[in-house]
């Protein structure tokens, strides 16, 4: 897969991988609470927001919407077996590291106007606690761009699954996700249009993460 290059997943695939594997194991293995699903918008434009603190999340997070869930990922990880096959099949697309990476944010507009709804971690980097502290402006860019609306998702616990320095994933730890409600699309492009609106869904977010389990 080139860089950037969304080749829009297979939602057939999705849904199967979703529902026989991430989802049963989720549940059996990390005891998941899912609060808030009732405000996940069906269709239209949207872009899921998240806390990032585990390579898991995208699975985890898109798995835990009513609707397939591209999401951006760092391109290292399409470099691992398996879990290359299990994103791809997801919608994901590989990102650079660091910011400005445009033809990134031109494949989650791409994504968008498929009909799939784009996941973004809202720092672009895992956080060692889970919280938003240095949230980046690119979601907000393409929200200004495709007027689609944020979902606010918090994802507390995810940190301990992969802690750094393990070779293997801990199980039974326990993960909840949290759905905040939508925040409209910025009506302006510039930057501190996108800066207000940027830093309101970190700090929804973060309320979210608060609440803990």
């Known amino acids: 897969m080139e860089n950037g290059k969304n080749k829009g997943g297979n939602p057939i695939f999705y849904k199967m991988f979703k529902w026989t594997v991430v989802r049963p194991l989720l ?9 808030g699903t009732e405000n996940v918008p069906l269709t239209g434009n949207l872009i899921v927001v998240s806390n990032h603190a585990s390579d898991f999340d995208p699975l985890i997070v898109g798995s835990c919407m009513g609707r397939p869930v591209a999401f951006m990922a760092k391109e290292e990880l399409f470099e691992v077996p398996l879990l290359k096959q299990a994103i791809q099949s997801f919608g994901a697309y590989p990102v650079k590291r660091g910011a400005g990476d445009r033809a990134a944010i031109r494949s989650a507009i791409e994504s968008i106007n498929k009909g799939w709804a784009t996941g973004i971690f809202l720092q672009g980097t895992r956080t060692v606690d889970g ?10 860019m393409i929200a200004s761009k495709t007027q689609a609306p944020f979902l606010p998702v918090s994802v507390w616990g995810t940190d301990t699954i992969f802690p750094k320095g393990a070779k293997f994933p801990k199980l039974f730890k326990p993960v909840t996700v949290r759905i905040g409600e939508l925040i409209p699309p910025p009506d302006s492009s510039d ?4 800066e207000a609106f940027t830093q309101k869904c970190a700090d929804a977010i973060n309320a979210l993460h608060a609440l803990g389990r």
């Open 27 to 35: 549940y059996l293995l990390y005891q998941e609470r899912i609060y």
């Open 131 to 140: 919280r938003i502290t240095d949230p980046k402006l690119g979601a907000a």
């Open 191 to 194: 930057r501190a249009t996108l």
